[in-house]
């Protein structure tokens, strides 16, 4: 299929995000619980030994396409549910659904090359500090070693740049198989070329959604200033951050339909 790119003007980035939340505001029940379904879903699936870690990691591209479906499902008065986060995989034609499964195959594979990379650069720290931060009895003394280590910053930084760099083809590439019929490679080079078209918008897009978690991290402050409570923090910010998360991915839809065409997008 060829490939139809729109213009996107870079004030679009910060319109994707009001609309997501004008969408989520219709369904707020309901994105929230899509979110988590699959969230507690990805959790039980990590617990599986090898295999479980692998197929949580490749279902994220599932994800990003279940939301844009169900957003879209929104917008035109329809449902929201669960199911749509697998629809990508159950579609009758063989050679879409193939392509799906081979965008998760090479997802999850990229994202265990990012985690091995990342820990190779920290040597190990972020792990630490997981499992350190988990442990109720952890002297703070032990927290504040790992945190001031510059191998650990080093690391985030490696793991932000290319979990990013990883998004880029991902970004549209589930939506371009499943609506427009894209083979695998395809998709992610189309994908890639539409960010690339419209990095202006996604740059604004970016910087919308960091403002916003610099806004929660300091109403968190707030919280524990005010009330001197961690755990009254962590109340405000657990379903705060839960509803941030399904808007995002709510989002995604209009930078989708934007890129090439709502029209166009949804044949």
């Known amino acids: 299929m060829g490939l139809r790119l729109h213009t996107v003007a870079p004030r679009q980035g910060l319109r994707w995000i009001g609309q997501a939340f004008a969408v989520w505001w219709s369904r707020p ?3 929230v619980g899509l979110f988590m379904f699959f969230l507690f879903g990805v959790l039980l699936m990590m617990m599986v030994p090898l295999v479980g870690p692998l197929v949580g990691l490749g279902l994220l591209p599932m994800l990003t396409l279940g939301f844009m479906i169900a957003t879209r499902s929104a917008l035109q008065g329809g449902m929201v549910n669960a199911m749509q986060i697998f629809e990508g995989l159950r579609v009758p034609d ?3 659904r193939n392509a799906q499964l081979m965008l998760c195959a090479i997802y999850a594979l990229c994202s265990i090359g990012v985690i091995e990379v990342a820990g190779w650069i920290d040597g190990g720290l972020f792990e630490q500090l997981q499992i350190a931060m988990g442990r109720p009895n952890t002297p703070p003394a032990e927290i504040n070693r790992l945190l001031e280590d510059p191998r650990l910053a080093s690391g985030m930084i490696a793991r932000l740049g290319l979990a990013t760099l990883l998004s880029v083809p991902f970004w549209h590439a589930p939506a371009l198989v ?3 019929g894209q083979g695998a490679w395809q998709a992610l080079f189309s994908s890639t070329v539409a960010l690339w078209r419209a990095r202006a918008a996604f740059a604004v897009y970016g910087l919308g959604w960091t403002a916003l ?3 929660l991290g300091l109403v968190a402050t707030a919280v524990v200033l005010l ?3 961690r755990a009254m923090a962590t109340l405000v910010l657990m379903p705060a951050g839960m509803i941030v998360s399904a808007v995002f991915y709510v989002s995604l839809w209009f930078s989708f339909a934007d890129c090439f065409g709502e029209d166009d997008a949804a044949a």
């Open 178 to 180: 499943h609506w427009s």
């Open 29 to 31: 029940v309901a994105f």
């Open 94 to 96: 063989r050679p879409r």
């Open 213 to 215: 978690t610099i806004a």
């Open 227 to 229: 009330f001197g409570s």
